[in-house]
């Protein structure tokens, strides 16, 4: 018995394999290709609204960027703007400090020559005041005459005189350099304070150039995202219409199939010879449709398939039927294979298949099924609906 079972798991596994290899006719339901056309014009649509924010979106970047651009244009205006301000103030305070440097040279010589002439008046008055008798002599006994001795006490008045003014010069000529040195450092402090203030806007206009840049490299990112964006919306878009082309002309071919198949002669049940091994084929591809699903679904999935056997638009045999292409997904997927070589087909699944091609059907004449979807109408059975 193991050994005929291998010898049927051959022969089918062969079969299959010749099924799959010779290009049949996609044969789907006319209302399953509707819904695919009527999502996947709705996808278009989603794209084509995701493409248009996208541009949108672009767009505003793109006008944002620009702004910042100019923006950023007037920032480096007013950096070089406050930077030459700074650069003249630097100049300046150097200069002023050239200019107080100088004027506390002059003030030190005119404090010097105040001295001077100080310690010289100081000198001329101790010599008048401790030689004063021999002044006084001297004036009155070596004069030639009266006048002579007058003229030499002029010279003496005049004398003193002189020392006063020079001194009283000399004072108001160190105050003046002093005023000028106090002015001097008053202006400096003043430049200070404003290269304080300017070196201050510098570094906020400074500031204002790097978030701006920064601001400007972050837009240009997004920019460049999404341009890549728009150009996979496009591309997702000339996809979509090419699939939606592809069902539309596959609708058509579905149309006409199943007015074919509606005007067409249906064979008798007992007009079809079933071949070794048919049996085991139907029982195991209901056990990988229905195996879950309740006794009438399992008939239900075996009456599709003899129902296409019966159909003339459909193969003739119940291998041509079930590996006819695209047709049941667990041929596709291998899961039909598997089943087949371990025999995973359960005691209501080997009974549904003889009820099924004894003629027997739960769902009348029906020729497809799938899972349930919204707007499709047919007989459902656990979880299939069937049409």
Same mark, same amino acid.
């Given at each position: ?12 596994? @062969? ?100 001295? @001077? ?7 001329? #008055? ?7 008798? &021999? ?20 010279? #003496? ?19 003046? #350099? ?14 200070? @304070? ?127 039927? #079930? ?63 069937? &049409?």
């Amino acid at each position: 018995m193991k050994g005929a079972r291998k010898q049927w798991i051959a022969v089918w596994t @062969a079969v299959a394999l010749l099924f799959c290899a010779i290009p049949t006719t996609v044969y789907a339901d006319v209302k399953e290709t509707e819904e695919k056309l009527n999502q996947a014009k709705e996808e278009k649509e989603k794209t084509e609204q995701a493409l248009s924010e996208t541009e949108d979106e672009l767009t505003g970047l793109k006008e944002t960027t620009e702004g910042l651009k100019g923006q950023l244009n007037n920032l480096n205006n007013e950096l070089t703007q406050v930077s030459n301000n700074l650069a003249d103030l630097e100049q300046q305070i150097e200069n002023k400090e050239a200019e107080i440097e100088q004027t506390g040279k002059e003030l030190e010589e005119a404090k010097a020559v105040e001295e @001077a002439q100080y310690e010289a008046m100081k000198k001329r #008055i101790q010599f008048m005041y401790e030689k004063r008798d &021999y002044v006084v002599l001297e004036m009155f006994f070596g004069a030639a005459n009266f006048s002579d001795m007058l003229n030499r006490n002029d010279y #003496i008045e005049q004398l003193s005189a002189y020392d006063r003014e020079q001194l009283t010069l000399y004072q108001e000529t160190r105050a003046t #350099i002093a005023e000028k040195e106090a002015m001097l450092i008053a202006e400096k402090e003043d430049l200070d @304070a404003l290269k304080v203030e300017v070196e201050a806007e510098q570094s906020r206009v400074s500031g204002l150039v790097s978030q701006t840049s920064g601001q400007i490299s972050g837009y240009q990112h997004q920019i460049s995202e999404t341009e890549a964006e728009m150009i996979a919306y496009e591309k997702q878009l000339e996809e979509q219409q090419n699939n939606i082309e592809q069902l539309q002309k596959q609708l058509e071919e579905e149309r006409r199939l199943s007015r074919l198949a509606a005007q067409s002669a249906w064979r008798d049940i007992s007009d079809i010879t079933f071949a070794d091994g048919d049996r085991y084929l139907l029982a195991n591809l209901i056990y990988c449709e229905a195996g879950n699903q309740p006794y009438a679904g399992q008939v239900a999935v075996g009456a599709v398939v003899i129902n296409r056997v019966k159909s003339s638009v459909f193969p003739d045999t119940m291998v041509g039927v #079930i590996y006819q292409n695209k047709q049941f997904s667990p041929v596709g997927s291998g899961r039909l294979a598997l089943a087949l070589a371990e025999d995973h087909a359960t005691a209501a699944c080997y009974k549904a298949a003889d009820e099924a091609m004894a003629g027997a059907t739960t769902v009348g004449d029906c020729l497809f099924f799938r899972t349930p979807i919204e707007g499709l109408t047919g007989i459902q059975i656990g979880g299939h609906i069937f &049409y």
